[in-house]
């Protein structure tokens, strides 16, 4: 082995290895029961962040380790189409040569981003593969290669002629950047401040008039009405009149709806049917005209009489001052408000009246709801239940068209000569009229609609597949909360409808990742964290570890980088303990040779190993994964490392060295194997020096049998520690020689003891059955062990004493303090009863403590 760890070297080879040795694959465990993990698609313009970093390395872990119990696992890669982003790369690097997609044409155009796709879509997932996630490469999926493309017709069609979908026109939110519609949940809000614009709009025929509130001064131009609450006593007398809309001249009624809130405004409303959602539901109830007064653009149309070609900003300030020379404006007051933007341009949306398609999502909520009532399906942590049904409960129809070309094509055509609508899985030549005049419906299909489909669709559906049969419902799902509403959500309703069930029973849910002041990681921030410049740092396996004891289910992470070279340390640590360790081992193998009748040092770490184990895979199993790998870490560390390579030192050196050897060797081959789902090169790496028997990718999971743990183990532990902290405090060397009696009435000491302790303590104990005559002596307290520790020629017996004296004062001040506390009635009545309990057991400890050192103080004479 080389004498230091190189993170680099050690992660340059393995990948192909694994890949190439078929592991990744379900049938690697032809006969195990299937379990499996479909990526969430990144997108395909997109490169690795710290998001996917996290999100993965727990699929890993959890992929990984069902492999090695004998499941055949699978784990399913892929990208998404991600219609408007990637539409926008491929525009942007258009534009560079001056060129726009409407020079090109559609088809030309949509020729350009596959060309692109072949070029730079690969990225992605080459990062991927850089950090070592173990995807089935063999059955990679796009969103847009032929069998996705032929599920989303399939299911388009099918809800199509089940009345679930439709078209109609109706208020949408509109991106002007991107000219294409955006469903409620692509919308992204952020609180902003802007003004509250008051507007009189006087009575028609007759004195007076009525003062409406906006936060959008330039949609009044399309107003059609004003509306108040039927109850509100203010506007009673006028509900019926009419007023004259200023600027413009058009005579609109007065409506009484009991959508408007009295309490907004003045409590009187302006009514724009075809840019407002709540308006354009009270214009339905009351027969109302909607004027579209803005474009595709966000510029003012005709409608807009003098303002016609204005954009909305510069409308916005010149109906303002307009409607101050004509004496309409009553005032502006500035006001906070939600404002949305578009979540790709991050442009403010426009609410706009459009014809659009739909999925009718009234009878597809029902039975996703009661999916994870009944407990079919459940979130981990389940509170995210309430957000799911709460948003669920108050869902809106779901726009999916959009106006752009990269997606899939809307499978709708028109025929010319009949007005005949036909949805068609393939392409239709002719009407049922026999024309053949036929013109495909121009929009493509929101990106979630086909990753909606992601769970089965990957697996062959339409057509029965093998994987299909085997392989839905997938295991579980793994995301972050963000998504829970775009994807998780219509996965669910997508899945019970067209497959019968669930697409998993689990969802698994983790946080962001944040950075260390606890903001959002981003780019525009300037405190975004690349992993794959911390992987050429540290490397892929630190990264992964550092995340995963980060990953509390449900918990956003507050990312530092220190985590990561902690990580990178212990890698080191455990590849210097294979170090040491592998010039005794012969033979180790993949699985089993546990010791029959092992020494206590040995029994010792062979019970700790299965009760850690145990207690590792029941954390794993309910899904906490900092909880669990933190269990096994601390273990490594300080149990492994600390102290059973320092005690197997000693059997190593002496005559017969076997069983410790052995007892060495599947101790370290059981952590590779715990360790290898999180850090996989350098376990498989350091497999290949320990065991040399395949592969650890494709091995099996440990199972170490149960060993009763020697009973003078602790005792003798307590010991040493107690002698190693004298030294420290009295600052002597840690070979500096002490004269120990100790005193074991009962007869716990193990023949062992004598080896262990000048191994691992630099003495060799006198044997007693009580304590040494004279003075000059501290005590080491270890259950029913004693070891008295000569002062003379070591300390200051005087200024021991002092000292200790001092620490008795300050000790029985903290004592008679709780004790205090704890004799109050109003405290012990009146405080929580965890706060009384904590206040119990610092008195007892600090009593104990002052047991202790008022001993030491006798022992000193």
Known sequence: MEAAYDPQQVEAHWYDRWESAGVFRPEHNPDGAPFTIVIPPPNV????????????????????????????????????????????????????????????????????????????????????????????????????????????????????????????NRIINWCPRCHTALSDIEVEHEDETGEMVRIRYPFTGGEGGI??????????????????????????????????????????????????????????????????????????????????????????????????????????????????????????????????????????IEPYLSDQWFVKVGPLVGPAIEAVRSGEMRFIPDRWANNYYHWMENLRDWTISRQIWWGHRIPVWTCADCGEVIAAVEDPTACPCGSTDLTQDPDVLDTWFSSALWPFSTLGWPEQTKDLERHYPNSVMVTGYDIIYFWVARMIKMGIHFMGGVPYPDVVIHGLIRADDGRKMSKSLGNAADPLDL?????????????????????????????????RRFGNKLWNAVRFAAPHLRGVPASGGYPEHPAPENRWILSRLHDVMAQFDGMLDEYRFSDAYGLLYSFTWSEVFDWYIELAKAPLRGDDPAETAATLGVVIRDLLKAFHPVIP???????????????????????????????????????????????????????????????????????????????????????????????????????????????????????????????????????????????????????PAAVVEKERAKAAELSERLAKLAAQIEDLG
């Open 211 to 348: 003062e409406v509130a906006t936060t959008r001064a330039e949609t009044m131009l399309g107003d059609t009405a004003v509306a108040v609450h039927p109850d509100d006593e203010r506007y009673r007398d006028v509900v019926g009149r009419t007023v004259t809309l200023p600027l413009v001249g058009r005579e609109i009624p007065i409506v009484a709806d009991e959508a408007v809130d009295p309490g907004f405004g003045t409590g009187a409303v302006k009514v724009t049917p075809a840019h407002d959602p709540n308006d354009f539901e009270i214009a339905e109830r009351h027969g109302l005209e909607a004027i579209t007064m803005l474009d595709e653009h966000a510029v003012v149309t005709a409608a807009g009489g003098r303002f016609e070609g204005m954009d909305r900003y510069r409308a916005r300030e010149a109906v303002k001052a307009a409607l101050a020379d004509g004496g309409f404006l009553v005032g502006i007051e500035e006001h906070a408000h939600s404002v949305g933007h578009c979540y790709r341009c991050k442009t403010v």
């Open 681 to 831: 090169y350098l376990t498989e790496e350091l497999w290949a020096e320990v065991v040399g028997d395949g592969l650890l990718a494709g091995g099996t999971w440990p199972e170490p049998p149960a060993y009763r743990a020697p009973d003078d183990f602790e005792d003798f532990r307590d010991l040493v520690v107690g002698i190693r902290r004298f030294r420290a405090e009295h600052g002597l060397a840690p070979r500096h020689e002490l004269d120990v009696t100790l005193v074991d009435p009962d007869g716990v000491a193990g023949e062992w003891w004598g080896p262990q302790f000048a191994a691992l303590a630099s003495v060799s104990p006198k044997p007693a059955t009580g304590p040494p005559q004279g003075d000059g002596f501290t005590r080491v307290v270890a259950g029913r062990v004693e070891a008295y520790i000569a002062m003379a020629g070591l300390v200051d017996i005087d200024a021991e004493r002092a000292k200790l004296q001092k620490a008795v004062d300050e000790t029985a001040g903290l004592v008679a303090g709780s004790r205090q506390k704890l004799a109050n009635p109003q405290f012990v009545e009146r405080a």
């Open 45 to 168: 313009t997109g490169s690795l962040h710290m998001g996917h970093a996290l999100d993965l390395a727990i699929q890993d872990l959890l992929i990984r380790r069902k492999r090695m119990q004998g499941y055949a696992a699978l784990w399913v890669p892929g990208t998404d189409h991600a219609g408007i982003a990637t539409q926008n790369v491929v525009e942007r690097e258009l534009a560079v040569e001056g060129i726009s997609r409407h020079d090109l044409g559609r088809e030309a155009f949509i020729e350009q981003v596959w060309q692109w796709k072949a070029r730079s879509g690969g990225r992605i997932t080459e990062q991927i593969r850089r950090l070592g996630y173990s995807c089935d490469w063999s059955r990679e999926r796009f969103t847009m290669d032929e069998g996705l493309s032929l599920a989303v017709r399939t299911v388009f069609v099918q809800l199509y002629e089940e009345g679930l979908v439709y078209r109609g």
């Open 535 to 567: 992987v050429a740092e540290h490397g892929a396996d630190a990264l992964r570890l550092a995340l995963i004891q980060a990953a509390s289910p449900g918990q956003d992470v507050s990312f530092k980088e220190e985590s990561v070279d902690a990580a």
